[in-house]
């Protein structure tokens, strides 16, 4: 849609917004409000909304994105826009990969089965807030700009079957309630702030000297090697 001409802008309202193509491009905003499935055409794998000049918004809880038959992945380009992500993605069939990029993105939904839920990759290329507990489940999720919790949770968890689940920051977190990470984590950013707990359950590898600050008397656990060739310093208790 818009695939010649580019549309000025689109809002979709409704009980179920079907993208069958592969992809949508506007100049201006594009709204959905209402469960999204992607590539529902037979053929499409990859399905691709752009917008040159406006925001991406998927409106309200019950605006969730699915990719049904499996293996969808959805690639989101708000260029110097916003990203709002009130529903769940991947929350009853998970995406193959998901990409965004923006000035923000909001992860606001949350289901029974996580927040956004992958097989393979998770790459945000833009700053994240994050609007309640958020859980992103994927082979690797990368935060390639600052990470603002808002008080909340964040668990990086692979997918069941799949394994994995590493993380790699590359900006400043602070914010969070509490950090997960299930597997390996790489951080290249010069802090990570939480007022609970940080676990990192597989290896972490530092590419910049960094501080991990859970407050005082709050964990900080390491479940395996910690390498880089810089200075580490932790804030709280660590073991």
């Keep these: 849609m ?34 999204v ?11 691709t909304l752009t917008t040159s000049g406006g925001s991406v918004t998927f409106s309200g809880a019950s605006s969730t994105i699915d990719g049904p038959g499996g293996f969808k992945s959805l690639v989101i380009d708000a260029g110097a826009g916003a990203v709002t992500l ?18 923000t993105t909001a992860i606001n939904g949350s289901s029974i089965n996580g927040s956004v839920r992958t097989i ?12 309640t507990d958020i859980t992103l489940t ?9 990470v603002v919790g808002g008080g909340n ?18 900006g400043l977190v602070s914010g969070l309630s509490t950090l997960s990470v299930i597997n390996e984590t790489t951080i290249n950013t010069t802090g990570i702030t939480t007022s609970g707990a940080q676990t990192y359950g597989g290896p972490v590898t530092l590419l910049a000297t960094t501080t991990l600050n859970a407050g005082a008397g709050n964990l900080v656990l390491f479940g395996d090697t910690v390498g880089g060739a810089f200075g580490l310093t932790v804030g709280g208790t660590s073991n």
């Design 138 to 146: 994927g082979s690797t999720t990368t935060m390639h700009g600052t």
């Design 86 to 103: 009130d529903g769940a993605v991947g929350g009853t069939t998970a995406l193959s990969s998901f990409e965004v990029t923006g000035s």
């Design 2 to 35: 818009g695939g010649g001409t580019a549309l000025t802008s689109l809002t979709v309202t409704g009980g179920g917004i079907a993208i069958q193509g592969d992809g949508v491009t506007t100049v201006g905003a594009q709204i959905y409000t209402g469960p």
């Design 37 to 47: 499935s992607i590539g529902t055409g037979f053929a499409v794998t990859t399905t």
């Design 153 to 170: 949770s964040l668990s990086i968890e692979g997918f069941l079957g799949f394994g994995l689940g590493n993380a790699v920051f590359n």
């Design 120 to 131: 393979g990759e998770q790459n945000y290329f833009s700053d994240v807030t994050l609007g």
